[in-house]
């Protein structure tokens, strides 16, 4: 087991030090306050953390061309470094040997002075540096925090000298943001020194036109702000923490928010990743993701459930232009394609194969395995009960809200790479995939071997006044109305029309399957007057009894008027 350097005369045993890189270095941007020629100015340099599998004698050694002062070491080792090692031990990473550095900023060398770091000014850059090198966490480079750490706790105060760090930091162009604490939550400084208090205020205000200034309380907002989801992600599955959460196997601490952070919803957030990479053309990003979560499977010995279905899903909801890149395939190796597959269990072999032929641009012809989201079937009440879970269920806001924006969403976010497309095949293609995007986004399972005829359905539906499909072919060869993002808007409000009716439908048949005969008259005839101004006359004049057993022709007939009134308003 890998010794703390903070420990006298420790060192990595001859066992771990093997299995440490040569070097590690974690790196986070610092701001300094510096006399130079009798006057207090600050620089933006680098606190960087190094370990190494040489042995060493000193714990924690200042190996830098900027000298820290022995009080400074000796409270980074009191304060700084058990908050790290606290996180990474819950985590099950044995914190490593440290050597600390501060590059020497450009204005010392010139003026040759001999500065010496002190003070809690670089508490904060210190616990990232050394929790970066720890998990392999990489940080933002363009962010720069300050503040003391709280000794008993994770909270955070602030330092001298802000003033003249926020000068320096808008001197930075590789600079965007600035953390820190809160200035005065206590009042104190506007009592002790009202000036100071004042100048600060003016300071932050002129630093926010430049710069974004982000107020941090907590090592847990300092973390949230520095590290990306793709950093913590990976870091989690190179340090083998990715299925850990906490109370499941990590005791309860003083940095619970910190550790939550880092562990909650990874594989949720692991998918999310994926998509914003592949989506943003970051090919390389998703190809990594990719390989170490296949390396981690493979080092737990464990398959994960539809890796390949919903691998297969993702890539084939992407624009066609986005999957026709040049080496965009392989996403994964085929040699660790064929280790993870050597460790599924005999039901999940086809998910396997199906993960292989993704991963070398193939897209399988298999059976989604995602389970149908269950729903509750109401309680027998009262007809007025029942018809109040109609209408909370079918009305106009809720069918907006649950089908209709996400389908807007979905629309208004993916990217049409040309009006016009002169190749049917990539027509097709494209129309597919942003089939297979609204249905990712809706939770429809659709089996991947339908998804083709399933969208060619759906375009043949909505050009079906002008002719079916031919019609949508020769709008994306011509684009006499706007081609594909007209294309693509009629596919939405047409999917838009079935979900929503269907839903109508589906509750509809459920609230009245409930009741016996005549409360289902009396039910669908309170139904048809509530929803008076939105149906037909001929339907309102009917006998409710006989539209019992027709609930699509209400459904339908609802959500057209619906679309009616939409459409109304569009012209306006």
């Not at 809690?120 to 929790?131: E, F, G, N, Q, R």
């Not at 009592?191 to 600060?200: D, E, I, K, V, Y």
């Not at 597919?432 to 809706?442: C, D, P, Q």
């Not at 359905?457 to 079916?468: I, K, N, P, Y």
Request: with cysteine; charged share 25%; hydrophobic share 45%.
């Amino acid at each position: 087991m890998i010794r703390r350097a903070l420990q006298d005369n420790a060192a990595p045993s001859a066992e771990s030090a093997d299995n440490l890189p040569a070097v590690a270095v974690g790196k986070a941007p610092l701001a300094l306050v510096v006399e130079i020629a009798g006057k207090m100015v600050a620089v933006v340099t680098t606190f960087t953390t190094h370990t190494t599998r040489l042995p060493t004698r000193k714990r924690l050694t200042g190996k830098s061309s900027l000298r820290l002062a022995s009080e400074t070491l000796a409270h980074l080792r009191a304060t700084v470094l058990p908050h790290a090692d606290q996180v990474a031990e819950s985590l099950g990473v044995p914190p490593l040997g440290l050597e600390l550095s501060v590059t020497k900023p450009a204005a010392t060398r010139v003026h040759e002075l001999d500065a010496v770091v002190s003070g809690t000014s670089l508490d904060v850059s210190a616990w990232l540096a050394v929790l970066s090198l720890y998990l392999a966490l990489p940080l933002s480079q363009d962010t720069v925090c300050t503040g003391a750490i709280e000794p008993t706790g994770d909270d955070l105060h602030p330092v001298q000298g802000l003033i003249e760090k926020l000068a320096a930091v808008r001197a930075m162009p590789s600079i965007r943001r600035f953390v820190c604490p809160p200035m005065d939550e206590d009042q104190s400084i506007g009592q002790l020194a009202p000036l100071l208090r004042q100048r600060t205020a003016e300071a932050l205000q002129e630093a926010a036109r430049d710069i974004e200034l982000v107020t941090a309380r907590s090592l847990a907002d300092v973390l949230r702000t520095c590290a990306t989801e793709d950093g913590m992600v990976t870091a989690a599955l190179c340090c083998g923490y990715f299925d850990q959460r906490l109370g499941d196997g990590i005791p309860p601490s003083a940095h619970d928010s910190v550790i939550r952070i880092l562990t909650e919803r990874l594989e949720e957030r692991f998918w999310e990743c994926l998509k914003a990479n592949l989506h943003a053309g970051r090919t390389s990003a998703a190809r990594a993701l990719l390989r170490h979560r296949a390396d981690y499977q493979i080092r737990v010995g464990r398959y994960p459930p539809q890796l390949g279905v919903d691998l297969a899903n993702l890539v084939r909801s992407l624009p066609p232009t986005i999957r026709r890149r040049q080496a965009f395939f392989p996403l994964i190796p085929a040699r660790l394609c064929f280790q993870l597959g050597q460790l599924a269990e005999a039901a999940q072999e086809r998910d396997a194969i199906t993960l292989t032929i993704t991963a070398s641009g193939r897209l399988p012809l298999v059976d989604s395995h995602r389970p149908a989201r269950r729903k509750a079937r109401p309680s027998r009440d009262a007809v007025e009960r029942h018809l109040q879970a109609v209408i909370s269920a079918i009305g106009a806001d809720t069918l907006a809200r649950e089908i209709g924006l996400p389908i807007d969403e979905v629309r208004l976010s993916y990217p049409v790479p040309s009006v016009i497309i002169e190749d049917r095949e990539l027509f097709q293609d494209a129309c597919t995939s942003f089939f297979v995007a609204l249905t990712e986004r809706l939770d429809v399972t659709t089996p991947t071997e339908f998804q083709t005829d399933d969208a060619n359905t759906l375009l043949a539906e909505a050009f079906a006044q002008e002719g079916g499909i031919d019609a949508a072919w020769e709008e994306a060869r011509f684009a006499l109305r706007g081609g594909m993002r007209f294309i693509l808007d009629r596919i939405s409000d047409t999917y838009k029309h079935k979900l929503q009716a269907a839903r109508v439908k589906r509750v509809l048949e459920q609230q009245l399957n409930q009741l016996d005969w005549t409360d289902r008259r009396a039910l669908m005839a309170c139904l048809l007057d509530r929803l008076g101004g939105h149906l037909p006359s001929e339907l309102r004049g009917m006998d409710p009894a006989r539209l019992v057993k027709h609930c699509d022709q209400v459904a339908w007939a609802y959500v057209s008027a619906m679309d009616r009134t939409v459409a109304m308003f569009r012209r306006y």
